[in-house]
C-alpha cells in the first residue's frame, strides 16, 4: 500500500486543548526519521490550539450533563452547544496548522478525528465523543475518520485503548523488542504491554492527571501540578492511598477502561494542596505498578508520554515503583505531547484500508474489528 498523509486530533479528558499531528504510513508501516542517537520517530509537525477558561467550563459542564446519558445522540443540557464548539475548534486547529505548515487540504489525504469524550461506560453499551465528523470534513474540505470506539463497544469491547496497534507499530520501527511497556498519562492512564513474542495486552491502568488536575483547580485555581512541583512538598497519605487502591477497578483484570469521573480528587479534600497533590499522584504511580500483576512478563523498559511525563514527581515515583527502565517519550524521540494525535491519523489511514483497530487483547472485543465513520467532503 502507498504512504498517505494524515492528520490526527486528540483532545483528551485533562480538557487543556487541542493536540494536532500529521504522519506518513499506509496504515502498517510508518514513515520515520532516525536521530543521532539511533531512535526514530513519526515524520511530520506537530501544532496545539489551547482551550481558554470559558471553554473549559463548556466541556466540564458537558462532561457532567453526559452523566445521565442513555442514548448516544442524545445532547441534553450543554452538550449540543459542546459539540458545536469542538467540531469548530477542531476546524481552527487544522486551518491554522495547514497554514504554519504551507500546506494545502488536497495535500491530507485523511484526518482522524478523535473527538471530545463526555461519556464512556462500555458495560452499558455506551460511548459518545462529541464532534461532528460530517460537519468538520465538509468545512475542511477532506475526508474525516470520526467515531472510532463506536464500533468495538457494540461488539463487546470496551472501546479503549485505541492506540496500543500505534503503540506496537512505532516500537518496532523503533527496534524495541520486548517485554516493553508503552504508558500514556492523560486524565486517564493507560499502557500498552508488548511481550517477547510481540503479542499486546492493553488497558486503562487507572487515574492520570485527572484527580490531580481538579484537585489543584479546585484548590487553588491552577489547571495543574506543574512539574509536580506541589507533590513534590507533600507527604503522602499512606492509609489514604491504601483506600484509593482498593478500588475495584484499581484490581479488575484486564480487558477494562474506565471513565475519568471514577476517580475522584474528593477523597482527598480533608488534605493540605500539598499533601493531596502527592496522594493523588502516588495514586497514579501505584496503580500503573499493580497493573504489572496482569502480564507474565512484566516490562523491562517503559517509555512514558502523555501530560504525565512532564511531571517529574509522578516520573521520580514510577522509575522507583516498576523496578524498570523509565524512559521520558522525548528523551527517545517520540513526542509525550503528540503521541495520541499521531495515533489517531494513524488509526484513521487503517480505516479507510479496512483494518483492525482493535484486538481481543487490547479491547476484550471477540475478534479484531476495524471502526470509525468515514465523512467526505
Known sequence: MAMKRAIGLMSGTSLDGIDVALIESDGERIRIVKSANGFVAPLGPTGYRGYDEAEKLLLREATRDAEGLRARTDRPGRLAEAEAFVTRAHAEAIEAFLAANDLRPEDIDVVGFHGQTVIHRPKLGLTVQVGDGEALAKRLGIRVVSDMRANDVAQGGQGAPLVPVFHKALAEAAGFAGPLGILNIGGLANATLIDSSGTMLAFDTGPGNGPINDWMKERVGQDFDEGGATAARGTVDDELLENLLGHPLILRAPPKSLDRNWFSHRLAGYLTVEDGAATLTAFTAHAVARS??????????????????????????????????????????WSSDFLEAQ???????????GLPLTYPTTTGVAAPVTGGVVSEP
Open 292 to 333: 504489572r500483576i496482569f502480564t507474565p512478563e512484566p516490562p523491562t523498559r517503559w517509555i512514558v508520554g502523555g501530560g504525565g511525563a512532564k511531571n517529574e514527581t509522578l516520573m521520580a515515583m514510577l522509575k522507583q515503583l516498576l523496578d524498570a527502565e523509565v524512559l521520558n517519550a522525548d528523551d527517545i524521540g
Open 343 to 353: 495515533a489517531f491519523a494513524y488509526l484513521a489511514l487503517r480505516a479507510l484500508e
